[in-house]
């Protein structure tokens, strides 16, 4: 509060540079967090078209999956799941958005071609090929879907975060600060007003000290002549006496 605040221009120096490293950095994170939703608008919107077609590879992939059962059964194609050699290999890395570091995930060995799938293509038939590309096609958009909705995630927690801190600057330290600046200088002015006060009230005093004396020397001055001026007077007739009392 402001009343904790010892009125002193030392403080209010040092109130005055807080005040303008946090004007900064209110600044600089409101540009920091309008620069994030800026980024975050553009990978939702990508999340959106990743979404529509993780759903419709979804959808095509079951139904695939249920013809290739249908026409060639469970074991045939469990058979062929089996089958397989080489497993996708995901790898991931990150980059860096606006200060926050999201993942950047790397596939590789997800879309395979007829002779790398591990099943012999004489005892299987086009419906387990199409499945199985179909769950090929559904898991790059997975793997897509997982990159783009961490980063909105990590993106949005740091909206947030930086939009607590953009509030806080803005409507509880700088006005506490904006407070305890206007409380010091107050306090200042009404120290300066009472010096000036006692100040002056020492100067009338001293001028009417200063008066007094010189009204007072004044006056001694002006009994010194009057005695002198009857000494004068008494002296010639003193002189004028002395010739009789000497006859």
Request: a negative charge; glycine letters at 4%.
């Amino acid at each position: 509060m402001a009343n904790d605040v010892k009125p002193t221009r030392k403080n209010l120096m040092a109130i005055e540079d807080r005040i303008e490293l946090s004007e900064r950095g209110h600044g600089t994170l409101e540009k920091k967090r309008d620069g994030l939703i800026m980024e975050f608008m553009d990978i939702l919107d990508k999340a959106q078209d990743v979404r529509g077609d993780l759903a419709q590879d979804y959808e095509d992939a079951q139904k695939k999956i249920n013809m290739a059962r249908a026409m060639e059964g469970d074991v045939a194609v469990r058979g062929a799941a089996a089958a397989l050699q080489e497993h996708p290999e995901i790898t991931t890395e990150s980059k860096n958005i606006m200060g926050v570091v999201v993942p950047q995930i790397e596939s590789s060995r997800v879309s395979k071609s007829l002779d790398q799938r591990g099943y012999g293509i004489m005892g299987t038939s086009a419906r387990i090929d199409e499945a199985a590309e179909a769950y090929e096609d559904l898991l790059e958009s997975i793997i897509l879907a997982a990159e783009v909705e961490t980063a909105m995630k990590k993106m949005l927690r740091e909206i947030e975060t930086t939009k607590r801190r953009v509030n806080a600057l803005e409507f509880k330290l700088l006005p506490e600060l904006y407070d305890n600046q206007e409380y010091i200088e107050q306090k200042l002015e009404e120290q300066e007003r009472e010096e000036t006060f006692r100040l002056k009230k020492i100067k009338e005093k001293k001028e009417a000290e200063e008066k007094a004396e010189r009204e007072a020397e004044a006056a001694a001055a002006e009994e010194a002549e009057a005695k002198q001026d009857e000494l004068e007077d008494v002296q010639p007739d003193t002189a004028a006496q002395s010739p009789a009392a000497n006859q």
